[in-house]
Every structure is written in C-alpha cells, then in structure tokens.
C-alpha cells in the first residue's frame, strides 16, 4: 500500500488535475475569442496596407512609424505627424481631466452614501447602481439630449432670458468633458464607496480628539483611509476614458476624435489596418502601464496595512 | 443649547452628493419624458402621446435587431455563466497552486483591454476566419459576447464562492455524501443566488454592448444598441427615445432583481 | 501512577468502577501531520499514539493551536496524516473517505446547512446513505426528542438561536449512529450558563447512545468535569493520558500541571525511592514522600508540585516557612501568597467559614505544612 504522504500527495496532484479541467472550457473561449486576436494585431501591424483595406503579407513597419510620422506624400521626407499626436494628447488629457471630475463630484457622493443609516444607504446605492447598468448608449444620447442646441440647458436659459442664443456645446472638448464625466461617474463611486463603507469612524473620532478640525481630519484621516479606493476608482475611469469610442463619436463629432475614433477610421475610410493595429497595441500599452502602478501602489497598500 | 457635532459630516459634501444624484437622473429623465411626446421633435413638447412606441413596435429594423441582441445575449449570457461557474469553482477555496495566478489574470483579462482594442483584434481575426470559412452567422457576435460576459458572470459567483462556509461541505462527506452528492446537495443551492447573479450581470453586459458588436457585425446584423447608434447619424425623433426608455426599463428590472438577490446574501 | 493506574481503575461519576481492558474504538499509531513545505514547514502533530476505549467520554485538551482540531480532522478523514496510521476496531481507515467512514463530526462552528430546515439536517446523514424514507422520518423524530427540539423542527437553522444550533448539529451528527463522535469545541460559542446546561447534556446524550465521544477542548474545567479520560497535548504532542484524578492529582510534566489548575513547584532532591514513591529534600530541608510521574528518571534537582488546596498554613513550623505576602479573597475560599525563606513562591488556598478572617496578616511569619499524599514528583 502507498505511504500516507503518497496519498496525500496523489490526492494533491488529482485536485490540481481537476481544477484545470474545469477551468479549461472558460480560458479556451477567452483565448479564442480575446486574447488570441490581440496577438494577432500584433502581428498585423507590421504588415502593409492593401488597397481596399484588410493587410497584404509584407513586413512593414510603416504602420509603427506613421503612428508618430508622417511620410510627405511628394518628397518622402518624415515629419512628426501632428494630428496623431494631438489625438493622443487630447485623450490623455481628456482622460485625465475626466477622473479629476469623477472624483471630485464621486468623493462627496460616495460619502454621503456611506455615511447614512444602513437602510437608507442601500437606497442611494441603487440609484448609482441604475445608471451604472444602463446603456452606455442611451446615456449618452441623453446627456446629448440637455446639452443639445435644443436641449434642456439651452432652452432654460433662452427662457429665463440670460442668453439669446443658444451655447454651441455639442461637438466641443466641453461636450466631451461632461459626457465621459457623467457616463464614467459611478465607475468612480462604486469603488470609493467600497472603501468608505470599512471607514472605522472611531479613527475619525480620535482625530478629532486629537484638536484636528473638520478639513484636517478629512485630509490627514480619510482620505489616507480611502486611498485604496480612490486609486482603483481612477483606475477604473482612466483606462475605459483613454480607450472610449461612443461618447466622443456621438458628441464629439468628426472634429474632436479621441483615440478609439483614429483607430476606427484606420479600419474604416482610413484603410491601414497596420496603422490601426500599432495605434490599438499603443494604446494598450499604455492601459498596461496605468494597470501596473494601480498592482504596485495596491501591493503597496496591502503591505502597509498587514 | 448649540447644535451637536456630527462626527461624520463635511461641509459641502451633501450637497455635492444631491448635484450627483440630480445630474445623473436628469437626462435619463429627459429621454423618458420626450419618448412620450406627440410632436415629432425631442425638444418641443407638444402633448402626451404613445405613437412613438407604436412606431418602433412596427419598424422592423427595431423589432429584428431587438430579437438579435436578445439571441445574442441569451446565449453568450449562458455559456458563459456556466462556464464562469465551473471557472469559479476550479479557482476558489484553495491554497495557491501553480497556475492560479494565471487563471485569475486570464479570466479578467478581457476587462483589462481596452473594448476598442478587442474590437479591432476581433474584426481582424473574424474577417480572416469569414474568408476561410465562408459563415458569416451570429455565431461570431455570440463568440465575442460569451468571451466578454465571462469576467462578468465569473465576480459574483467567486465571490458567493468564497464567502461560503467551507465547512458546510466537510460536514456533508461527514455525513456520507459522496463529492457529487454534497455539490448537489449542498454547494449548488447555497452557490445558486450567485449564479443567477452572475448570469443576470453577463446578460445586461451582453445587451448593452456597443463597440465590439459595431466591429464584429456582418452587413444585417445590428443589434439594438449599433442600431441606435447608426440613427444617431440622422434627424433624431422621439423613436429613439421610446426605444431607449423600454431598453431602461429592461436594464432597471434586471438590475433591480440582481441587487436584491446579491443584497440577500449578506443576510443569510 | 500516570495511564498506569488508569488502567487498572476507574472512576466514573465520582463512583470507582472496574474498569474493563477496553476494545479499542480508535487507535492512532504514530500520527505525524506537517503542513506547509520547507521553511515554513510546521509540524501540527508530531508523532501522536493514543487508544481510545469503546463507550469513552475522550477529551482532547490543550491550549489553542496544539493540533487538537488536526488530530480530529485526521480521524474524519477531512485530511490526510504525513506518517503513521489510524485504525477503528482494529481496522486501518486511511483508504475511507469522509463519507465512507461511521465516524461523524460536530464542528466548531456547527457548520449547518443553511438552505434545510432542522429537520432536513438532522435527516441528511441517513438519507445520504440511502436510508428508505420512513425509516429516516422515524429516526429524525427520534433524534429531535432526543434532543429536545421537536417544536422546531420545521425552522431554517438561521432562526434558531446558538443553544438550539447545537442541540440540531448533536442531533445531526448522532442520527446515523456512528461508532465515534467527533466534537470539536462544541461550547466554545456558547454564553456561561449554556454552556453549563450543554456539559450536563452532552454526558446525558454520551450515557444514552453509548457511542464513544472524541470531545476536543482547550477549557481544564469542562475536561475535567465531563471525561471519563483526558489527554492533554501541547504543541502537537501527548503529554499525558488519564483519568480527571491523574491529570490533576498526579500531572506528569510541568506544562500539564501548569495548564490544569493552580499548581505550586517547587525544587527538590530526590534521595530515595520506596514503594513506587520517592523522598524528596525540599530546599527548606524537610522530607517528603511524594508520588513520582510516570517516566521519572533519578535525577539531583526534580520539580516537585503541589496543590495549593493540599498545604496548610501553620503558625507554628510546617515543612515550608515563609512570610505572607498577600492575601487574596474569593467568596469560597482565600489564597494566601507566601514568600518562602527559600525565596521560591508559594500559595495555599484555604476554604472560608462565617468568622472573619482567615487567621493571618500581611507579614506573617508562617509555616506550610504539606499533607500525606500530597506532593508529585515531575519528569521534567
Ligand atoms: N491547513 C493548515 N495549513 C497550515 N497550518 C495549519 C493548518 N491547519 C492547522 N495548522 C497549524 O497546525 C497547528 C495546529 O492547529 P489546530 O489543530 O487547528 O490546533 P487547535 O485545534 O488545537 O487549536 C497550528 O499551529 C496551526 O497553525
Ligand atoms: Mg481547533
């Protein structure tokens, strides 16, 4: 008969098999029909465009170089293609100012939810948690709805007569700023609220013991207290913010592109799939490193705080 | 008698909130309200009228990519909720072993990427397969949606998992349950409300999808959502408001059963 | 002396009884269980061998993390051991599984199925054994008179309070009739006077099923109150096994009359042996007869205890002298702490009558006497 440490390790081995097994049918379906495709984009952007899109197999690495040049169509000379890079500038910086607004306004939100009588704080969880469910789309289309020409901010004021004509603000940075802020706004609050809702309250109390007033215990206790959630709420607003495709096309019109937009003309009228393909591996590259410091600084928190 | 000091206050902070809360309601509302409208404009109110949803109830374009994206989303939400499920088990209520990690990362990764990147790498390897192949079904927009859904469905479930007393099912072997009979007995009614949960998240993360839809379609295969996005390119009636206030209502019901069953299980 | 005279006799409810040699219901043999690999390797049993008699109220006892619940798990099959062997009347269980083996378990935390009403627990064991469903009504019936729960039989076990939980999981693990009862901690939850109330019925249940309990335990008072036997461990090892009277009266090594009781030691030279007994010179330099543990071996500087309710406080000369110290009060009885000249410490504990006082001051000069029988010599 086998040793007692045998079994245990036969046993060990079989639960292992077991395990894969059951998780193989979920890992083929995400190999398939998402993580083997990206490998294959990274392949595509070295190829050579064809001619009514699609790629012809010739390495190339044109696609990686127009990314940030531009090849003079008459003399061949390379010039740092300015309307790429004003894209991706613009995305950044779009993105960045989207989560300084979700926090802001997310901050006080996630707050006053954690902080009311647990009955009532379910209830006010379900009102962010609605729209964090609802259509992208139909979110968008309604923010276009109150920012429109005719929209409902425009025709208030035209009425209460502060203005005669109304704000152009649809197809404009401003259209986007408010249209990824609120689509992207319970991204931030979900988060945030997870951690203010661990808030030992004694620990506020204390500062307050301590002489500390309203705004230094804020600073100096909760705000070090929900740093685990503010990092994962911008996490998680940046990333979809610098890759979003809808809110800018629908508001931000064929002038005021964002990254998603360029890599989709590349697949569409653009036809350079190579150029597509290296501005989606850019972008995901990007993404990568934003997802490595959120690991860091979380592996940092979580050591920190036993 | 002064007022008591309220420990947990912030000046300003209620009142932020009730901005949030407002702002994030108004426009929702906004569409509601104008889907009713008799005029045909979506900003000139002209008397209480149902002839929007009439006329998206007989536009066929809205009927059929509606019939789509429940088709799509049924079976994508199923496959990978059972999937999900059998995943959250093989990684759960262990030690580490080699390759957990992995899993983990594997299983999220389709939320870590970008859905635009997805998108083109999916349009890209569909278009070759198409070519080889010749189909050119629902079967690639029902591939895609199952590989996304499946981190959905898969949080809930693993975190049913791991809150389940792991005892429970020690003392059904105690009790002589065989391994198949204690999953039966006992893990799966106790993993149920996660489950359903898991499958409710995949099926609204299945309608809702826009962007890879939009990439992966063939010629006649919008879904509700890549259809109202195309309208959005033309004169905007009503049409599109009273179709987006029954998409609402069906995100709203679905969302509200999933929070009460996963708000249940805290109590239990 | 230690499991030797245990085995030889007895005492069952304050009554001595003959004991029988004893079928063995459980025999762990040289049971090693290592967790972890390399460095972080820990040893949770180290090499543990104990019998355990058919019909026995057994007691596992010992501080919390001395591999109690490890040795219970082994013995239900939830793990496997790293070396040795378990057998149950006489038969080598490593090849059964948990749901193989008639061995049932009340855990720590009762562990009952919260979607199943009580009496659907209670019912599990024997339906998974494919009992014919009469036959298990009927037994469920019988178990919930057993247990007292019959008016609530048809309740989620989440609308029970903790007492009745465990009456349910008692009355669970008990139906299928296994051969052993495996308890882990089964009080621990529960608030002073239930868990009082709980003691009486559990040896009330053991004395009328007749299965042999495996009680785990990290309270001395419950152990020595409900067992007919008690082992007592510390970091994964078996000090000593006996009877309530050996643990307490004769424990065999320091740690277990430390755990088990208040305990004075003192240091002596052992200058002979008799009659299985040994002369020990405390350092005042008085003579005692003392018993010896178990596995004594001769050497110059023995620890030697005594219990304080075994002394006697004398104003005249006793064995010991001293200076009190301190005296504290406690309603029955007052410890008196005395400084001994030796400048070793020393309480007595003396009962309390109506008349005030118990005779002495802070400062007193006194003098201990040990009585007859009193004193145990360690092993170590
Ligand atoms: N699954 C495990 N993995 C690693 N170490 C364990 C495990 N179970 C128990 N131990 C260790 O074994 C020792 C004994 O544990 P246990 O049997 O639970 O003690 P007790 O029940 O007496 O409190 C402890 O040091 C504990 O940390
Ligand atoms: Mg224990």
């Not at chain 3, 001293?322 to 029955?332: D, S």
Request: net charge positive.
């Amino acid at each position: 008969m086998a040793s007692a440490e045998e079994v245990a390790k036969e046993a060990e081995r079989r639960d292992i098999r077991d395990r894969w097994l059951l998780s193989a049918p979920a890992l083929i379906i995400i190999f398939l029909a998402a993580t083997g495709p990206l490998l294959i984009v990274v392949i595509y952007s070295f190829l050579t465009p064809g001619p009514y899109g699609d790629v012809v197999w010739k390495f190339s690495t044109d696609g990686w170089l127009s990314v940030l040049m531009q090849r003079d169509i008459f003399d061949d000379t390379l010039a740092f293609a300015d309307a790429h890079l004003s894209i991706f500038w613009r995305s950044a910086k779009l993105s960045f100012m989207t989560t300084i607004f979700t926090l802001f306004f997310g901050f006080p939100t996630a707050y006053f939810i954690a902080t009311r009588p647990a009955r009532q704080r379910e209830i006010w969880l379900f009102l962010i948690t609605i729209p964090f469910w609802t259509n992208l789309l139909i979110r968008t289309f309604a923010i276009q709805e109150v920012i429109r020409n005719e929209g409902i901010v425009n025709t208030v004021l035209i009425k209460l007569g502060i203005i005669s004509q109304p704000i152009q603000m649809m197809f404009t940075d401003f259209a986007l700023m408010v249209g990824m802020t609120y689509v992207y706004l319970p991204l931030m609050v979900l988060p945030l609220y997870a951690s203010m809702e661990k808030i030992d309250f004694r620990l506020v109390e204390a500062g307050y013991d301590l002489y500390a007033n309203r705004f230094q215990v804020l600073r100096r206790v909760i705000i070090p207290l929900v740093k685990p959630g503010i990092i994962a709420g911008s996490i998680l607003v940046f990333i979809p913010a610098l890759g979003a495709y809808v809110t800018p096309r629908v508001l931000g019109g064929s002038k005021n592109m964002m990254l998603g937009n360029l890599i989709e003309l590349q697949f569409g009228q653009g036809r350079n799939w190579p150029l597509g393909s290296a501005l989606s591996i850019s972008l995901m590259a990007i993404v990568m490193v934003a997802l490595l410091f959120y690991v860091r600084s979380a592996g940092r928190q979580g050591g920190t705080h036993g | 008698m002064g007022s008591r000091f309220d420990i947990r206050r912030q000046t300003g902070f209620t009142a932020i909130a009730m901005i949030c809360f407002f702002a994030l309601y108004l426009p929702i509302i906004t569409v509601v309200v104008y889907a009713f409208n008799a005029g045909s404009s979506i900003a000139i109110w002209e008397g209480v009228s149902l002839r929007w949803f009439y006329q998206a109830w007989n536009n066929n374009q809205v009927v059929d990519a509606s019939i789509r994206s429940l088709q799509i989303a049924s079976v994508a939400a199923t496959i990978a909720t059972i999937v999900a499920t059998m995943a959250a088990l093989a990684t759960t209520r262990t030690k580490p072993y080699p390759g957990l990690g992995f899993k983990y990362a594997f299983i999220n990764q389709p939320l870590m990427v970008p859905e635009i990147v997805t998108a083109v790498a999916l349009l890209i390897f569909f278009s070759r397969i198409k070519i080889w192949t010749g189909y050119s079904g629902l079967g690639y927009l029902m591939a895609a949606h199952t590989a996304f859904c499946i981190p959905f469905a898969y949080l809930p479930i693993r975190a049913r998992l791991e809150n389940m007393d792991l005892t429970l099912e020690v003392a059904a072997a105690d009790l002589y349950a065989t391994p198949w009979k204690a999953f039966r007995r006992v893990t799966f009614p106790l993993l149920w409300p996660g489950i359903l949960a898991g499958l409710m998240l995949a099926f609204v993360i299945s309608l809702d999808d826009v962007v890879i839809t939009e990439f992966v379609k063939s010629g006649g295969q919008d879904t509700l959502p890549t259809y109202m996005l195309g309208q959005f390119r033309r004169v905007i009636t009503p049409e599109i408001n009273a179709i987006s206030t029954v998409f609402l209502l069906i995100s709203i019901l679905i969302v509200t059963v999933f929070f009460f069953i996963s708000r249940k299980k805290d109590q239990e | 002396m230690g499991t030797g005279s245990a085995l030889k006799s007895g005492r069952k409810n304050g009554v001595i009884v003959p004991e029988q040699p004893g079928k063995s219901a459980i025999e762990v043999r040289g049971v090693r269980k290592v967790f972890g690999t390399g460095e972080s390797q820990v040893a949770a049993l180290d090499t543990v061998s104990v019998s355990i008699r058919e019909n026995e109220f057994f007691t596992l006892l010992g501080p919390s993390g001395c591999g109690k619940t490890t040795l219970l798990r082994l013995i239900a099959g939830f793990d496997f051991p790293s070396a040795g062997e378990i057998l149950l009347h006489g038969q080598d269980i490593a090849p059964l599984p948990p749901f193989k083996r008639p061995v049932n378990t009340v855990f720590q935390n009762y562990a009952l199925f919260p979607h199943m009403t009580v009496a659907e627990n209670i019912g599990f064991g024997l339906e998974m054994l494919g009992k014919p469903k009469a036959e298990v009504k009927a037994r469920v019936a019988e178990m919930l008179k057993l247990v007292k729960m019959e008016a609530l039989s048809g309740r989620r076990t989440s609308q029970i309070s903790g007492g009745q939980q465990q009456r349910v999981a008692l009355a669970r693990a008990l139906a299928p009739q296994p051969k052993v009862l495996l308890l882990d901690e089964p009080l621990s939850a529960l608030d002073f006077k239930l868990r009082k109330e709980m003691q009486i019925e559990l040896k009330r249940l053991q004395h009328e099923t007749g299965i042999t309990f495996i009680f785990v335990t990290h309270d001395q008072e419950e152990a020595l109150t409900m067992s007919d036997r008690i082992a007592v461990m510390s970091s994964g090892r078996i000090l000593q096994v006996g009877t309530p009277w050996d643990i307490y009266d004769k424990p065999a090594e320091r740690f277990v009359a430390d755990f088990i009781g208040e305990t004075n030691f003192l240091t002596a030279a052992i200058t002979g042996m008799a009659n299985g007994k040994a002369r020990a010179t405390l350092k005042s330099g008085a003579t005692i007869d003392a018993t010896v543990a178990e596995g004594f071996q001769p050497k110059d500087n023995a620890t030697v205890v005594v219990r304080p309710e075994h002394a006697k406080l004398t104003s005249g000369k006793g064995d010991l002298s001293g200076t009190v110290e301190n005296i504290v009060y406690f309603g029955t009885d007052t410890h008196i702490h005395v400084r001994l000249d030796s400048s070793e410490a020393f309480t007595v504990r003396q009962q309390n009558t109506r008349s005030a006082g118990c005779g002495f001051e802070r400062g007193d000069k006194v003098g201990i006497s040990i009585g007859n029988d009193a004193a145990q010599v360690l092993r170590d």
